[in-house]
């Protein structure tokens, strides 16, 4: 049971705790319909409560909810429902980052400031459900603030999404898509060939550098080193691979295990393979 402390609009409401008090935001559909303050209201179970002690990346969450529109924290919660149908239990507390994100986007569109991600594409292949996730909020913001949405800004949210379904922050999730990005550009200059990015072979790349970046930064090692094989069998995509930690260590500002350069190496062999059979 809940007391009332603010009505945001007929489908979220401020509320205390009757038995702990506590604040936070309930969110559902006609939950703050003909609601007074002071009143009593039960979540039903297709509501979804929220803490308002929260710290997030974007800041503490009682002041986001007092600083977005109550749209923006609908829309952030649908965008969370759609992603709980895909992936099952999430971390809802990602609300209230992901609808500031989604109120300054909507300035930015209105103010015809939208900006333009250079890691778009690379975030669509690295979280491709995370980004069909973010997608439904297209149709949703035409609707209810007639804002055209474009695939940059959707980018950012799946980034959100995915910090929702896995134990890493959003800021984390861009530096691995920039770290993969920088990556596919430095091999592409040291063999000096265009990779496929429809290939097997370029994903399973992307995918290698996502959790090498991964454990990188969550100081995790690999149990198997394949430097000395990779280094005799392979000495060109080895030597790709070392400039390519290297690199990606400087711009993470963490030193990369040794035994990541033999992996990573293999992953580079395959793509030049995979190149060499199309010719």
């Not at 009332?4 to 205390?16: D, F, G, R, S």
């Not at 239990?89 to 991600?117: C, G, T, W």
């Not at 530096?175 to 920088?182: D, F, L, T, Y």
């Not at 260590?249 to 350069?261: C, F, M, N, Q, R």
Request: charged share 30%.
């Amino acid at each position: 049971m809940y007391r009332v402390k603010k009505v945001l609009n007929h489908n979220a409401v401020l509320v205390i705790g009757a038995d702990k008090p506590k604040d936070y935001l309930i969110m559902g559909k006609g939950i703050g319909f003909g609601k007074k303050v002071s009143e009593y209201v039960e979540a039903g179970p297709k509501d979804t409560v929220y803490s308002l002690q929260e710290l997030t990346e974007r800041g503490n969450a009682a002041d986001i909810v007092r600083s977005v529109s109550p749209v923006c924290l609908e829309l952030a919660n649908e965008v969370l429902n759609q992603a709980e149908k895909t992936f099952g239990k999430i971390d809802r507390s990602i609300l209230f980052p992901m609808a500031d994100h989604i109120a300054y986007a909507v300035k930015r569109i209105k103010n015809r400031e939208q900006i333009s991600n250079p890691l778009t594409e690379d975030i669509r292949i690295l979280f491709y459900k995370e980004y069909k996730v973010a997608e439904c909020i297209k149709p949703m913001l035409k609707e209810l603030l007639d804002v055209e949405i474009d695939e940059h800004e959707i980018g950012y949210i799946a980034l959100h999404v995915h910090s929702a379904i896995n134990d890493e922050k959003v800021s984390q999730a861009m530096q691995i898509a920039r770290a993969v990005r920088e990556c596919i550009v430095l091999v592409e200059q040291q063999t000096q060939k265009k990779i496929d990015v429809m290939s097997l072979a370029y994903n399973r790349l992307m995918n290698h550098v996502r959790y090498m970046v991964a454990r990188a930064i969550g100081g995790e090692r690999l149990k198997l080193n394949m430097n000395d094989y990779m280094e005799v069998k392979f000495p060109e995509a080895f030597k790709t691979a070392s400039l390519v930690c290297e690199e990606i260590g400087k711009s993470l500002k963490v030193k990369l295990e040794e035994a990541e350069v033999g992996y990573l190496a293999m992953h580079i062999e395959r793509v030049g393979s995979d190149e060499m059979g199309e010719e």
